[in-house]
């Protein structure tokens, strides 16, 4: 199922979900696979961030992967007169082990996306085109206890 947002912060947001279709005898239900835990991210970059795709388990320990956003099979060979629009020039993960990357060249505009303490990131939505234009995650707030 495609996920595309609404208003305020959600505005232009995309992304999928996936579900099982359980048949009943009064009907169908849709149960969602909803994120759990990351387990995979796959970023291709050049000059700048040319695609993005990631894998996760959902709470029913089933893993997905969403497929790439942006130049996926690595056709394009980005070059600064290229990029004539708004993209994501360069990215770094950094995680509770270590940071990850830059991937694509760090330029002046720099943002982050503050989590919790004892959330985490378990998937991401994307706007692309050629390249990787916008990005957003979704984030699992900590775990509550009793």
């Not at 909803?34 to 970023?43: A, G, S, W």
């Not at 997905?64 to 099979?73: A, L, Y």
């Amino acid at each position: 199922m495609a996920i595309v947002g609404g208003t305020g912060e959600f505005a232009y947001a995309q992304g999928v979900i996936s579900f099982n279709k359980i048949q009943l005898a009064e009907g169908n239900v849709r149960e969602l696979n909803t994120p759990e835990r990351l387990e995979t991210v796959t970023i291709r970059s050049g000059v700048v961030v040319d695609s993005l795709a990631f894998s996760f388990v959902d709470q029913a320990g089933g893993q997905h992967t969403v497929s790439p956003w942006g130049d996926h099979e690595g056709m394009t060979k980005t070059r600064e007169d290229d990029i004539e629009y708004n993209v994501i020039a360069s990215l770094t993960i950094v995680t509770n082990v270590k940071p990850y990357g830059p991937f694509g060249i760090p330029q002046s505009t720099h943002f982050s996306v503050p989590i919790q303490e004892g959330g985490s990131i378990v998937g991401f939505f994307a706007c692309a085109g050629k390249y990787v234009e916008a990005l957003g995650v979704y984030a699992r707030p900590p775990s509550v206890q009793n």
